[in-house]
């Protein structure tokens, strides 16, 4: 099972960018779905996450009303529009799939992860 991260670039304060979450399977037709950022020197930081129907969405405070996580028609594909960007929004970004059917904000309970992909907004 792999996830698969695309979208990233480097962009100036205020541009917008849609990162896309793929899996090889349907992995997570039927888990919650997160996105994690991680700064260099930094831990890994919860982003937003979306349960697997698709009704429920949580987000960090620092994103909310900036970033929105969404499901694709394609039951393997998940996407993080994110609008507005700042510098202190650079970072890996990563997608993971959580184990059980909560949907959670802790990074420990995912345990799919795809190989990130780098976020770099420029003042």
């Known amino acids: 099972v792999q996830l698969q991260a695309s979208g990233g670039g480097l962009v100036q304060t205020g541009d917008s960018l849609r990162l896309s979450c793929a899996a090889s399977r349907r992995t997570f037709s039927n888990n919650p779905v997160g996105w994690f950022r991680q700064a260099p020197g930094k831990g890994r930081d919860f982003v937003a996450t979306i349960s697997w129907r698709g009704g429920t969405t949580y987000y960090s405070d620092s994103v909310k009303g900036r970033f929105t996580i969404s499901r694709g028609n394609h039951e393997n594909m998940v996407y993080l529009q994110m609008n507005n960007l700042r510098p202190e929004d650079t970072a890996v970004y990563y997608c993971?799939?959580?184990?059980?059917?909560?949907?959670?904000?802790?990074?420990?309970?995912?345990?799919?992860w795809g190989q990130g992909t780098q976020v770099t907004v420029s003042s």
């Open positions: 993971a799939a959580a184990r059980g059917s909560k949907t959670t904000t802790d990074v420990r309970d995912y345990n799919y």
